[in-house]
């Protein structure tokens, strides 16, 4: 979740089969620290420590001149209303229902050729990897939007639509857990969860900083780790920082794609 996103989550939680009542707790405390560190996000351009230390052109610019007209734009585009045809939809879950049953047939051809847990290590990597049908899926999916992406570009819908379901799967996933059970009965789960936001935010302002990055860059590419593109826009948006909302999309999607290769790699290497 925290390379990738939502999305990555799902795919990984299906993936090695993670009891109901843990994926429950691991969105809770997700969605938890998150949600906490996004106001220490927004709080940072507004801290003298932080203001002293970077460059921050952005901030300058939008506090001299104001939000752009572009900026508002964009903002009202962002969080408005989209055409959306009946055909897009058709369009849009062909091409999804496609995509999967390809991406099963080849994973389970794979895994079939190459099984695992028969004491070949070369097996146990080409089966375990390739052989994960949300690997194949990710890799499938981001082949057909590069070879594709000015007629992909043109149908309406689909981030809406994917956004509704990914969030429809979570509130299943996540109803039956609470903070309460949380705190005692998984707070070593919050403090791993905690570890990685902290981490993450030392580790992108920290080099932030030794490579000279505005203070702009490190809080949106902590933010497109932490929440994802989407919320990286959106707080792009919200601030005026209007060149910056294609840079960040461009990482937060980069996220998405590299997201499942990584939680696979790591899955399988320990042994997940």
Known sequence: SYIGGTVNFAA???AFEVP???S???????????TLYFFVLIAIPSIKFFRNKFTHPHMDEVESQGVSEEAKTQAAAFWGKKPISLCDIAINFAISVIVVWVSTEIAAFISGAFPTNQGN???DIIGGLFGNKYLILTTISMI???????PLEKLGGSQEIGTYLIYLFFFVIGAPASIKA???NAPLLLVFCAIMV????LFCFVFGKIFKFDLEDCILASNACIGGPTTAAAMAISKGWIKLVGPIMLVGTLGY??????GTFIGNFLGA
């Open 257 to 262: 794609v590299i997201g499942t290769y990584f």
């Open 144 to 150: 057909i939007a590069t070879a594709f992406s000015k």
């Open 121 to 123: 290590i070369a097996n």
């Open 12 to 14: 990984m939680s299906a």
């Open 198 to 201: 902290i981490v993450n935010m």
């Open 24 to 34: 429950s707790a691991a969105v809770v405390a997700d969605n938890l620290l998150m």
């Open 20 to 22: 109901g009542e843990s």
């Open 182 to 184: 949380i705190f005692l």
